[in-house]
């Protein structure tokens, strides 16, 4: 089969298409056919290892997974014989968690993994994009903002995956939604149900007057120092990329002005976790609650121009590899 490959970290090149060996199901495994997957800012970091940290994860020297990718949106192949909930011919979406290797014609996943059946009306490029935005985005605000209805909440980064999921999202929780975005994303987000949208190239938002219960930095390019004076009392900052400023401010705890300052892993969450929101996602797709947002469309040969394409930090949703 044919698969996306990288034995060595390094620039968008080193990711070749290669002919490698089809996966055959385990008794407990589900093989998909491939359909669709996304690159993410996190799949480049796997590929490129910076930050460094990725090395401990994936590899001193080089990739232990040299198949990237974490998003299924696919068609069942087979399944293993012990396998009950799933039969050749479904369509599934998920990940292949705990390792990549997503960007291949056939992949293996546990049966209970985070798999489920796709709703009917969702096609396989809307299904590889929503995955890897919805499990980051929803533990953000479920579990650490706990967003409840009549809140206010500013997302920075508003535009990207995990931006446009948390805008949807956030709203279907009842919360009134600030989104912060550059000028050409501003009718995108509007459409996506913001209440207020901030064009960042106008105006710095850590000075503006309101103050949210949470402000959600959702591409980690602020900061909780210049958020602070914009979060009530008892309000959260939450970012999504790490750095030693934010490790600082959680070992901290509650500032005295009763605010505080969390990162979440939540990519890094056990299968089982998001197996479970995947079945949440599924239902909040077919309510009509959430719509992908898809930037632009790559068949496997050209995976590298997705990964350069990703990593210019410039895209509105997701990014999206076409496999069959
Ligand atoms: N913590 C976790 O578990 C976890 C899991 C997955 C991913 N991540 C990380 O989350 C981050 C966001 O991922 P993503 O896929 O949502 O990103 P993305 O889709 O690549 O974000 C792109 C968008 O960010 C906006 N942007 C660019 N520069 C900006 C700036 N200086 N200030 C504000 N917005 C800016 C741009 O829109 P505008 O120009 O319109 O603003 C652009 O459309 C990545 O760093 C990723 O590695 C973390």
């Not at 960007?103 to 059946?117: I, N, Q, S, T, W």
């Not at 079945?279 to 959430?290: H, S, Y």
């Amino acid at each position: 089969m044919k698969a996306a490959y990288v034995d060595r970290y390094g620039p968008p090149e080193v990711i070749e298409v290669r002919e490698v060996a089809a996966p055959s199901p385990g008794p407990h495994d589900v093989l998909v056919r491939q359909m669709a997957s996304s690159v993410s800012p996190a799949d480049c970091a796997f590929r490129s290892a910076d930050p460094f940290i990725v090395r401990l994860f994936d590899g001193l020297t080089k990739p232990k997974n040299p198949i990237p990718g974490g998003a299924v949106a696919g068609v069942v192949d087979a399944v293993g014989a012990a396998v009950a909930r799933f039969a050749p011919g479904d369509r599934v979406f998920g990940t292949t968690d705990p390792k990549p290797g997503a960007m291949a014609e056939l992949v293996l996943v546990p049966e209970d993994g985070a798999l489920v059946a796709m709703p009917d009306g969702l096609d396989f490029n809307q299904a590889g994009g929503l995955t890897y935005s919805f499990l980051t985005a929803m533990p953000f605000l479920r579990n650490e903002a706990k967003l409840q209805p009549g809140q206010t909440i500013l997302i920075n980064g508003a535009a990207g995956s995990i931006g446009t999921i948390a805008v949807q999202l956030a709203k279907h929780m009842g919360a009134k939604v600030t989104a912060v975005c550059s000028t050409r994303n501003i009718e995108l987000v509007r459409t996506l149900g913001a209440d207020i949208v901030i064009d960042r190239t106008k105006m710095d938002f850590t000075e503006g007057a309101a103050k949210y219960d949470t402000v959600f930095d959702a591409v980690g390019k602020s900061s909780y120092r210049a958020c602070r004076g914009i979060l009530k009392s008892g309000g959260i900052y939450l970012t999504t990329v790490p750095s030693f400023a934010i490790l600082g401010h959680m070992l901290r705890g509650k500032h005295a002005d009763g605010t505080r300052a969390k990162l979440a892993t939540t990519g890094l969450r056990p299968t089982a976790d998001k197996a479970r929101d995947m079945v949440v996602l599924r239902e909040l797709v077919e309510a009509g609650v959430l719509r992908s947002v898809i930037d632009r469309v790559y068949p496997l040969r050209e995976i590298a121009e997705a990964h350069r394409y990703v990593e210019t930090g410039t895209k509105a949703g997701d990014v999206i590899v076409t496999i069959a």
